[in-house]
């Protein structure tokens, strides 16, 4: 197979870009009408983020399996199916009336994300030539980095003008056109295998991660319920183990442990994992803090993060372009350490931050994101052998989806938890929450630029066939 970068490649790549822009922009456009919603459903702040939780939590259960789905389906059968899950998803949530329903929705639309987000990247994997796989990486990491610049406005947008259904409606002629490039332009890059399913293995996954995800989310209720934590943990840890010891003793597993053979690929899979966390527990904190500690309106709290999150999407084929001409080591170490002080300015201003100061300081955290995301996941897979990208690939999406889980479900019981217990305002004890939210974040990113470094130490040379 003659690898090229064609006017089909890219509107492949665009195709299935804009299936995972939509379920990030619904994510980051819904987290600006939370204190709507709270208002509107009698709900409180750790029961709103299950419209976030829910949805990775479906996303993180099937994304885990997309290489068997590689192996198994056409590229362009898979996609056709979650774009028309996602359709329907979004129509649920359109028509929704109750919270329930419009949880419902969301897990529908997490089922097509789910199934749609690693084969934009398992595209360029397969088409990509190997001097220009950085920069394609960086515009397929550009498309799903534009909805965290659009969504907050766009959610804004609504909220200030007219009923929150819309949010989803205007995305439905969105997913028709990404339809419409994809079957055009979606090729088939090897023929599909018989492949067998591991039921045992992927309900194994299944608990690892409800159980995880539900027990990070009771975290707001440890104080008086320690037990329901600590027992959903212990789900997540069953899963783990099962799923290890299933790994070990099938002849298809759904991902193969080999791949976390190599101890640098590991490190950019955990800097990988600790950068989201980050990125989506800022998503929950900042448009949270400009409405109910700053007191502006949701328009204005997506309007503050729109320059910083636009910024970091055009970093990200920038840093891609570096890496094809530089190596991984020059944009991923800058942009780690451009988190890091970012993030210390965030915790160190967190009881007083004004606008501009949120507008100044995510615009310099979103470069370091641009920098790093993408060409984090590039310099990893490069660590394999090209048999073993499409596990590598699944494990990345899989972790980008568990973080988010877990960045919103820690960030959202940190601030709930202040909130009750503290003293003072409403504005006061939200402000306080989020600023022991933010030195958490602090604290990630810092193991984050120590994890990173010691990978690129380790890491090989891409081979030519990668």
């Not at 665009?14 to 987290?31: K, P, R, W």
């Not at 929704?96 to 529908?108: K, M, Q, S, W, Y």
């Not at 409606?169 to 018989?194: C, D, H, M, N």
Request: charged letters at 10%; hydrophobic letters at 55%.
């Amino acid at each position: 197979m003659s690898k090229r970068v064609d006017l089909k490649l890219i509107l492949a790549i665009i195709a299935a870009g804009l299936l995972s822009f939509c379920g990030v922009i619904v994510e980051t456009a819904m987290n600006i009408t939370f204190p709507k919603l709270m208002r509107t459903f009698a709900i409180n702040t750790a029961t709103v983020q299950w419209m976030t939780t829910a949805y990775l939590l479906i996303v993180a259960t099937i994304v885990p399996i997309s290489a068997f789905l590689k192996r198994r389906f056409k590229t362009k059968t898979l996609f056709v199916t979650a774009n028309l899950l996602f359709i329907a998803g979004l129509v649920v949530d359109a028509v929704a009336t109750n919270f329930p329903l419009l949880v419902i929705g969301r897990i529908i639309q997490g089922c097509g994300t789910g199934i749609a987000l690693p084969l934009m990247f398992n595209i360029i994997i397969d088409w990509a030539p190997a001097n220009q796989k950085g920069t394609l990486m960086g515009i397929g990491t550009l498309i799903t980095a534009i909805a965290p610049a659009l969504g907050p406005t766009f959610g804004g947008i609504i909220v200030n003008s007219m009923d929150w259904h819309w949010i989803f409606i205007f995305l439905i002629p969105v997913l028709i056109l990404s339809l419409i490039l994809g079957i055009y332009a979606i090729r088939q890059a090897e023929p599909t295998t018989k492949a067998r399913f591991d039921v045992l293995g992927w309900l194994m996954i299944v608990l690892l991660f409800v159980g995880f995800t539900i027990g990070f989310s009771k975290l707001s209720t440890v104080t008086t319920q320690p037990w329901s934590f600590v027992a959903w943990l212990i789900v997540g840890l069953v899963g783990l183990v099962g799923f290890i010891m299933r790994t070990q003793h099938t002849d298809q597993p759904l991902i193969s442990l080999k791949i976390f053979q190599s101890s640098s690929y590991d490190g950019h899979l955990l800097a990988y994992f600790l950068v989201q966390i980050c990125a989506l527990g800022l998503a929950f904190i900042l448009p949270n803090y400009i409405q109910l500690v700053n007191g502006q309106s949701a328009l204005l709290a997506g309007l503050f993060v729109l320059p910083g999150a636009a910024i970091g999407a055009i970093f990200a084929p920038l840093g891609g372009q570096i890496l094809d001409h530089f190596g991984a080591a020059k944009p991923v170490l800058t942009g780690s350490t451009i988190l890091v002080i970012a993030m210390a300015l965030f915790t160190i201003l967190g009881m007083r931050l004004t606008g501009g100061l949120i507008l100044g300081i995510y615009i310099l955290l979103m470069v370091g994101i641009g920098l790093t995301m993408g060409n984090t996941m590039t310099s990893g897979l490069q660590q394999l052998e090209l048999s073993q990208q499409a596990d590598g690939n699944a494990v990345f999406n899989t972790m980008q989806q568990f973080a988010g889980a877990i960045g919103t479900s820690v960030v959202s019981a940190v601030i709930t938890l202040v909130q009750v217990q503290a003293s003072g305002t409403t504005a006061h004890r939200t402000a306080l929450g989020s600023t022991m939210a933010l030195g958490i974040l602090f604290v990630l990113v810092l193991i984050e630029l120590v994890v990173i470094a010691r990978a690129m130490k380790a890491r090989r040379h891409p081979t030519a066939q990668n």
